[in-house]
């Protein structure tokens, strides 16, 4: 029960910094595929002691990479040739490890994979964003069509320090612009300030992020 135990709190721990930054996995994924890692490792190692038959106990635990596989599939999505939920589908995939290990009655190793997760994405997350920058962000919207509008749309952004990596425009029959954007933003904004100044340019009509 202490294994399985363990792993829930330190599968906990690494959730919270996914749900945190509003990931696709949060707390209570991390804490399930810990805990459930955990629980096969023990019923592979100790489920079968008592009926005498010659059953090899990786079998169990080897068939959880590939559970977990599909897990970490089901977060990732690719849009507009930008791939997303890589680092929360290898955080699920590491966290079946930390709960494997301690299953297994390695406690030391587990712990301390489990911190060193919480620190690689965590700490190093807010090291490299100080360096490079917040990253680039896609965006698809559909804008009203008016002289100059995107002009006006690149100098909003520009404004606040806003990159714009690719800029590509399809006219609709409606006289709507389907502009389909990379934008490149500074340490100090977020989706949520992206959208909020967005919503205040009133030549946009919807917003896909």
Partial sequence: MLRVLLAAVLGGLIGVERSRRQKEAGIRTHVIVALG????????KYGFAD??????PTRIA????TGVSFLGAGVIFVKN?????LTTAAGIWATAGVGSALGAGMYAIGV???L???VLQGLLHS?????????INQLEMKVRYSQGVTLRLRQQLAEHRMAV?????RKNNDGILTCTLAVRMPREYGNDELLFLLDENPDILELDM
Avoid: K, P
């Fill in 37 to 44: 890692a955990a629980l096969f490792v023990v019923i592979s």
């Fill in 51 to 56: 009926t005498g038959m010659d059953v090899d």
């Fill in 62 to 65: 080897s068939n959880i990479v």
């Fill in 81 to 85: 040739a930008s791939i997303r939920g």
């Fill in 112 to 114: 301390f994979a489990a």
């Fill in 116 to 118: 060193l997760i919480i």
């Fill in 127 to 135: 090291g490299l964003n100080h360096v490079e920058g917040q990253g």
């Fill in 165 to 169: 990596e690719y800029f590509r425009i």
